[in-house]
């Protein structure tokens, strides 16, 4: 077996990287996409308890409170990319489906 050069590894990485950017950033978004649906509808329900207890309190504090948990979960993982690539990358996909499933019962929830 023919081993690969270093720069061909190189640029794998690098894409591996730039593809875990852009599902953080997507990630990020949904999570804000998710807040703005909960927003619309009042509060809703929550499921997390926590989430649950900060809708009884002023707006501002359930939006810090969930996109800096995002942001702090993003981040970690992001610092991880750099040594496991592959599956950071499909931990942002997993999560990615929640967030996309949990604003589609949001947006149905809205109708």
Do not use: H
């Not at 190189?10 to 875990?20: D, G, K, Q, S, V």
């Not at 996909?93 to 019962?105: E, S, Y």
């Amino acid at each position: 077996m023919i081993e690969k050069s270093w720069w061909v590894k190189e640029a794998e990485n690098r894409i591996l990287l730039m593809r875990n950017a852009r599902l953080a950033i997507a990630f990020v978004v949904l999570n804000i996409l998710d807040a703005a649906l909960r927003a619309i509808a009042n509060g809703g329900y929550e499921a997390f308890p926590i989430a649950r207890y900060l809708l009884a309190q002023p707006a501002w504090v359930f939006w810090c409170f969930k996109i800096g948990m995002a942001l702090i979960l993003t981040m970690t993982l992001l610092i991880f990319a750099n040594r496991y690539p592959r599956q950071v990358g499909r931990i942002f996909i997993v999560l990615i489906g929640v967030m996309a499933g949990v604003c589609i019962v949001n947006l149905v929830g809205l109708i």
